[in-house]
DNA sequence: CCCTGATTCGC
DNA sequence: GCGAATCAGG
């Protein structure tokens, strides 16, 4: 299939619309997405109203890798971003407010406790006061030496022992 | 691994 | 001019 006059124009309608590459194609028939964008920068459309992606290309959050890793026994567990995680676990650390310190504010006495998602740029640390000896304020130290006891709940012998009743 | 657009280059 | 292959991101 070529590109006749009516199919050019609506690429462009469609392209002018937000729509993306695949989608247009898809909805013209017989052309790949390819086809689409090369046709779209042979038009010398390239460019468009993309709402959606505001082009942030621009300073890169500045993320060191793992500021965490040096604390004696790191949480076993960061709290899952919100997005895609409505799963309400029994604890939900991430809902606290107090995320104040950013990788460039957070100093050697202040709670080091990871909050939010860390590819994300809101994420924070607790930015508490730390314990004299440990990477967290008080009440991250206690839920972060935790998870461990919580789920030694139903062991061996209390398995063994529901499964008689059906014996 | 899914998607996005951008670019290249043989046809 | 065309578009598959490839690249560079999110």
């Not at 299939?1 to 124009?9: F, S």
């Not at 740029?121 to 461990?148: I, K, L, M």
Request: aromatic residues 6%; glycine residues 8%; charged residues 25%.
């Amino acid at each position: 299939m070529g590109w006749t006059d009516e199919r050019v124009e609506l690429l462009k309608k469609l392209w002018q619309d937000g729509l993306s590459a695949s989608q247009i194609a898809k909805q013209l028939g017989g052309v790949t997405r390819n086809a689409v964008i090369g046709k779209v920068h042979r038009l010398g459309l390239s460019g468009r109203a993309a709402p959606s992606k505001p082009q942030r290309t621009v300073f890169k959050a500045p993320r060191p890798a793992r500021p965490v890793a040096a604390a004696p026994s790191a949480p076993r567990r960061i709290a899952e971003p919100v997005s895609s995680a409505p799963a309400p676990s029994p604890v939900r650390y991430v809902d606290e407010s107090p995320g104040t310190a950013t990788v460039l504010t957070l100093g050697a006495h202040m709670c080091k406790w990871p909050i939010g998602d860390p590819s994300l740029d809101s994420f924070t640390f607790c930015g508490r006061r730390s314990e004299e000896n440990g990477p967290y304020c008080h009440e991250h130290a206690t839920v972060a030496y935790q998870p461990a006891q919580a789920k030694k709940k139903s062991g061996a012998a209390e398995l063994a022992r529901s499964l008689r009743r059906y014996i």
